[in-house]
């Protein structure tokens, strides 16, 4: 389905099959056809091979890629992919990686599948992927060991970690091949990322769900338009009643050294009427233990709260600005209006006590500016 979507997205059959030819010793045929699945159209791909399917060990998958005149990148990869897939299945079943060797791994249209799909990615120059979690179904599936429970146990040894959700469908709707690479090629799970859409490609797979549901992968391609910020942030809050807030200003600087995003103190009223104040810590979820460690060490806080949010951001960068006392670097952004200049403090303030002049002045030049 993957390599269907790419095919779908632009990706030439041409070059595609060019590419797996470097492969050699393997003798396949592709099948792509035109789908049209609830009014969407489609490509689903299917790899054929005249010759018995035979049982490889992971050690003849790594020899053959070797030994073939694909890019560097591209066998390199492949391997780690395979090495991952022969893993999950080697401890699912509980014998050695070299012990693997059955249709899952060996498989023609597996090599077909994982290859192809590299190759796919680096011709439509995808730079990094991002997935959404994954639907699990239920029930059983017949394979080379016998009838497994769905999802199948090598899946879900493949998705440790990883964001999945079930649904109502006695299919298998991820399989041990794709979850080795939605882990292998994803750089994180989750929300689609701020993108302005290229292609969109649709790759049709064989099975009919029972909920009308049309079973597409669908792979969106464009071009990141935002900061590099987390979109997902971790709100960490404390209520102090007995700290000295002159200690804030230290405190700020080494929450920022860790990765805090933002920092506030505000008043409240707490039990009793008695005076107190509201800390509040924006991090990315990364690096929130640290902070947290830091609240409670530095503060008299003896527990803190925690919650995920999402937020917007506009995109942003750092520009060097014309004034009449030199280059200024300033903040541009991107707003849905048009881009805007804004004065970075630090540097208007150096600004304005090297000429004494007023920080408002040194304000008002820089963000009239183009």
């Known amino acids: 389905m993957l390599l269907g ?9 041409d070059h595609l099959l060019t590419e797996l030819a470097k492969l050699g ?13 609830a009014g969407i159209g489609s490509k689903q791909l299917s790899v054929h ?10 050690n003849n998958i790594i020899n053959l890629l070797e030994a073939s005149s694909l890019p560097s990148d591209i066998i390199e990869k492949s391997i780690a992919i395979f090495s991952r897939l022969a893993t999950a299945e080697a401890t699912v079943h509980n014998i050695s990686v070299n012990e693997v060797h059955f ?3 060996g498989a023609v249209d597996t090599i077909i599948d994982i290859t192809g799909s590299l190759i796919g990615l680096k011709k439509l120059g995808v730079e990094q992927i991002f997935c959404s979690p994954l639907p699990m179904g239920h029930g059983f599936v017949d394979c080379a060991h016998g009838h497994l429970p769905l999802p199948a146990p090598a899946v879900c040894e493949l998705l440790k970690n990883t964001p999945v959700y079930g649904v109502q469908q006695t299919k298998e709707l991820v399989t041990p091949t794709g979850a080795a ?3 292998g090629l994803a750089d994180s799970f989750g929300a689609m990322p701020t993108m302005t859409i290229s292609k969109t490609g649709y790759g ?5 769900l029972s909920n009308k549901q049309p079973n597409l992968l669908r792979l969106i391609i464009g071009t ?3 900061s590099n910020e987390s979109k997902v942030v971790e709100i960490i809050e404390t209520n102090l009643d007995d700290w000295n807030s002159e200690g804030f200003p230290y405190l700020c600087d080494l929450l920022f050294a860790k990765g805090a995003l933002d920092v506030s103190l505000s008043p409240l009223i707490m039990k009793k009427g008695r005076p107190g104040q509201l800390l509040r810590v924006i991090s990315d979820p990364v690096h929130s233990l640290d902070l947290k460690n830091i609240i409670l060490s530095e503060t008299t806080s003896i527990g803190l709260r925690f919650r995920k ?3 917007m951001t506009l995109a942003r960068k750092n520009v060097m600005v014309d004034t009449p006392w030199g280059k200024i670097v300033a903040k541009k952004v991107l707003t849905p209006v048009g881009a805007t200049i804004y004065p970075e403090y630090e540097a208007c303030r150096r600004v304005a006590e090297e000429h004494q002049i007023p920080l408002a002045q040194v304000y008002h030049t820089v963000s009239r500016s183009k």
């Open 25 to 37: 010793k393997i003798d396949f045929t592709l099948t792509v056809t035109e789908e049209l699945r």
């Open 224 to 226: 990141s338009v935002s």
């Open 204 to 208: 049709a797979g064989q099975h009919t």
């Open 49 to 58: 091979s005249p010759a018995k399917q035979r049982f490889r060990h992971l």
């Open 181 to 183: 690479l939605a882990t």
């Open 309 to 311: 949010e999402e937020r």
């Open 103 to 105: 249709h899952e791994v």
């Open 5 to 13: 979507a790419l095919l779908h997205a632009g990706l030439s059959e």
